[in-house]
Nanobody
Framework: QVQLVESGGGSAQAGGSLRLSCGAS????????MGWFRQVPGKEREGVAG????????YYADSVKGRFTISLDNAKNTLYLQMNSLKPEDTAMYYC?????????????????WGQGTQVTVSS
């Protein structure tokens, strides 16, 4: 069993910053990639950023490039998403995911395990 627990969500003003964390426990060697996704009501869950447990970044959404940074602390089994220069359109439920990456396009189908989600709200 793999469990993912997210924290760090909350409210921020436009131009501000937040850092999301995702702690992984259980059979953590069963995945080689982790990622962040976000979703708003009525829309599909979309990819934000992805990283290999070996350290290589595999994806950033165009909408967050230059503003968000994904990183992984393997010693702590913790994934991070540093979000700077926040915009109101970043408002969403953010989800942490883990899975076995085999070179497929970055999407929800590449991931087997999911966190509960943490809400991010950005006001203007």
């Amino acid at each position: 069993q793999v469990q993912l627990v997210e924290s760090g969500g909350g409210s921020a003003q436009a131009g501000g910053s937040l850092r999301l964390s995702c702690g992984a426990s259980g059979w953590t060697h069963r995945f080689n990639s982790m990622g962040w996704f976000r979703q708003v009501p009525g829309k599909e869950r979309e990819g934000v950023a992805g990283i290999l447990t070996s350290g290589g970044t595999i994806y950033y959404a165009d909408s967050v490039k230059g503003r968000f940074t994904i990183s992984l602390d393997n010693a702590k089994n913790t994934l991070y998403l540093q979000m700077n220069s926040l915009k109101p359109e970043d408002t969403a439920m953010y989800y942490c995911a883990a899975g076995r990456w085999r070179g497929a396009p970055f999407s929800t189908s590449a991931y087997d395990y999911w966190g509960q989600g943490t809400q991010v709200t950005v006001s203007s």
